[in-house]
């Protein structure tokens, strides 16, 4: 999708139709699954550009109703998207790091790891299967789990700056949540522990590439 995201792309469609007079201030905007399909973009996009949107003042919404346009003063949403395209940099950034340095964490892990090692993440992947819906649930058991692999490195260097890595960035994981969802987060989780389980370093290294290569491909940075 380019440099800009998803969000970026609703707000920005947000705004045109505002400029243009379609949407009119007390006026329903269009369903969630309307504007999916004129923008092409996900679901989840749009509900967090609504969601941003309510937040600075220019729209509400109403359970049962729909989400009404509050203002036609399109100034809060231009800064808006100016701050996700900051957020976009953050989100690349983290996820290119995070691609070089687990997937050789995670080969690590598969060579060293032990069983008490490998009882704590399938424990913590079991959480988030039973979690799935459950954003802060969900995104606390995932972060555990990569924070486990990295235990599992048996490499101080390696443990410490993946943990001040995510202490510092520990938002972002919500955000990366609002964008895939909870699938993605299962499915390739359980590709790791398989490997890890297996010992097979390089199925272990290629799995956690896939896995961020996937969240990289997906918000349109490759």
Known sequence: MGKNSAIDKALDYFIKEISNGNWKVGEKIPSENKLTALTGVSRSSIRSAIQQSI??????????????????????????????????????????????????????????????QLNELTSLFKNMQKYKGNKNKFVLYDVLFHESIAKASDNNF?????????????????????????????????????????????????????????????????
């Open 55 to 116: 937040g600075i003042g220019a729209m509400e919404s109403f359970h049962g109703r729909g989400t009404y346009l509050l203002t036609s003063d399109m100034t809060g949403l231009g800064q808006l998207t100016s701050t996700i395209n900051l957020r976009e940099d953050t989100l690349r950034s983290f996820l290119e790091f995070r691609l070089i340095i687990e997937t050789g964490i995670a080969g690590l892990a598969a060579i060293r790891r032990t069983q008490k």
């Open 158 to 222: 390696a443990l410490m700056t993946i943990m001040d890595a995510y202490k510092k960035q520990n938002d972002v994981f919500y955000a990366f949540n609002d964008e895939f969802g909870f699938e993605d987060g299962i499915y390739y989780h359980k590709k790791i522990i398989n490997a890890i389980e297996k010992k097979d370093a390089s199925a272990a290294k290629s799995s956690m590439h896939d896995h961020l290569k996937h969240a990289i491909d997906r918000l349109g940075y490759s």
